[in-house]
């Protein structure tokens, strides 16, 4: 009757086996200390360095100034304008190189529709460069 308890009786195994995880590890560490310095870039260029100042032969192109009143009025650089000259004034700017930046002041209290139909008429006419102006915080 003699029973030993220090064998194995058959049961589930309570062990996992971490060969294949450390042998799995070991490659993707092999793999990657390999293709790491591959990364990098082998070919070396030598880049332009950009210089942001503006050469003094080289005028910024001055903004058009574009207000709307509360009434819907407009205002191309401070002269009183109906929307055919608008469209006309924005046909004509959008044509030069570089093409100025459009730069709209409206009232607060103007209704949405008016500011929309603005910059439709600028879209069509080809004006890329549209800003709005608003004051600071009082």
């Known amino acids: 009757m003699g029973m030993s308890t220090g064998g194995n009786n058959g049961g589930p195994m309570s062990e996992i086996n971490v060969t294949p995880l450390v042998d799995v590890m070991l490659v993707l560490l092999i793999i990657f200390m390999i293709t790491a310095p591959?990364?990098?870039?082998?070919?070396?260029?030598?880049?332009?360095?950009?210089?942001?100042?503006?050469?003094?032969?080289?005028?910024?192109?001055?903004?058009?100034?574009l207000a709307i009143k509360q009434d819907g009025s407009l205002y191309f650089n401070d002269h009183p304008v109906t929307d055919v000259e608008l469209r006309a004034q924005f046909a004509v700017n959008a044509q030069k190189?570089?093409?100025?930046?459009?730069?709209?002041?409206?009232?607060?209290?103007?209704?949405y529709k008016i500011v929309r139909k603005v910059l439709g008429d600028a879209k069509d006419a080809g004006m890329v460069h549209v800003g709005f102006m608003t004051t600071g915080k009082e």
Request: glycine letters at 0%; hydrophobic letters at 30%.
């Open 97 to 111: 190189s570089p093409q100025p930046e459009l730069q709209i002041r409206a009232d607060k209290t103007t209704e």
């Open 38 to 65: 591959l990364m990098s870039h082998s070919i070396t260029i030598d880049l332009p360095t950009a210089n942001p100042k503006v050469k003094d032969d080289e005028m910024p192109v001055p903004p058009l100034d």
